[in-house]
C-alpha cells in the first residue's frame, strides 16, 4: 500500500502547476455557479410565493364582492317581499280586504318567487356572520307578525272580523320590520368597506 501512495504523489507531481490552476479554477467556478443556481431559484421561489399569495387574496377579495352582491341581491327581494307579504294581513285587519281575498293575493305573489330565503341565511352564516344579529331580528318580527295573523285568523273565523286591536300591535311591528328591512341593505353595503 505504502507503493501505491508513492506512485500516486509521483503522478501528482508531474501534472504541470498550469494545470492545477485550470484545476481550481473550475472547482471554484463550478461552486460560484452552483451558488448563483441556487440564489436564483430561491430568489425566483420567494417571487412565485408572493405572487400566488397576492393572487389567492385578489381570488378571495373577488369571491367576498361576489357573495355580498348576491347577498344584496337576494335579501333586498327577500325582505322587499317579506314586507309585502304582510300588507294584505293589515288591510284586511283594518277592514278593507277580507281573509280569503288577503291568501289569495299571498299565494299569487308566493307564485312569483323570486328570492330565494334560504340562500340569505346561508350567505350570512357562511360568509358575513357580522350581519346575522340584524338578520336575526327581522326574522324575530317575522315570527311576531306571523303569530298576530294566526291569532287573528283565528278570531276571523271565529266570525269577528273586527281587528282593530290585532291592528294596534301589528302595525307598530310591520313598520318596524320595514325600517329594519331598509337599514339591513345599509348594513350589507357597509360590509364592503
Request: charged share 25%; proline share 4%.
Amino acid at each position: 500500500m505504502g507503493n501505491a501512495v508513492k506512485e500516486i504523489i509521483e503522478l501528482i507531481k508531474i501534472i504541470p502547476s498550469g494545470a492545477w490552476v485550470a484545476f481550481a479554477t473550475a472547482i471554484l467556478t463550478s461552486i460560484l455557479t452552483l451558488i448563483g443556481v441556487w440564489l436564483t431559484n430561491n430568489a425566483s421561489n420567494q417571487r412565485l410565493k408572493i405572487q400566488l399569495e397576492h393572487e389567492r387574496k385578489l381570488r378571495d377579495e373577488e369571491l367576498t364582492r361576489d357573495r355580498l352582491e348576491e347577498l344584496y341581491v337576494l335579501s333586498n327581494k327577500y325582505l322587499g317581499t317579506l314586507v309585502s307579504h304582510y300588507l294584505p294581513f293589515r288591510m284586511v285587519m283594518n277592514g278593507e280586504l277580507t281573509f280569503n281575498q288577503a291568501l289569495d293575493m299571498t299565494i299569487e305573489s308566493c307564485s312569483r318567487k323570486d328570492y330565494e330565503p334560504h340562500r340569505v341565511t346561508m350567505l350570512i352564516h357562511m360568509y358575513f356572520p357580522e350581519i346575522k344579529p340584524e338578520f336575526d331580528q327581522l326574522m324575530e318580527i317575522r315570527e311576531k307578525l306571523n303569530s298576530i295573523i294566526d291569532g287573528y285568523k283565528e278570531q276571523y273565523k271565529s266570525g269577528n272580523p273586527d281587528g282593530s286591536r290585532w291592528l294596534e300591535v301589528f302595525q307598530p311591528l310591520l313598520e318596524r320590520l320595514g325600517n329594519l328591512a331598509d337599514g339591513f341593505d345599509k348594513n350589507v353595503v357597509q360590509l364592503k368597506k
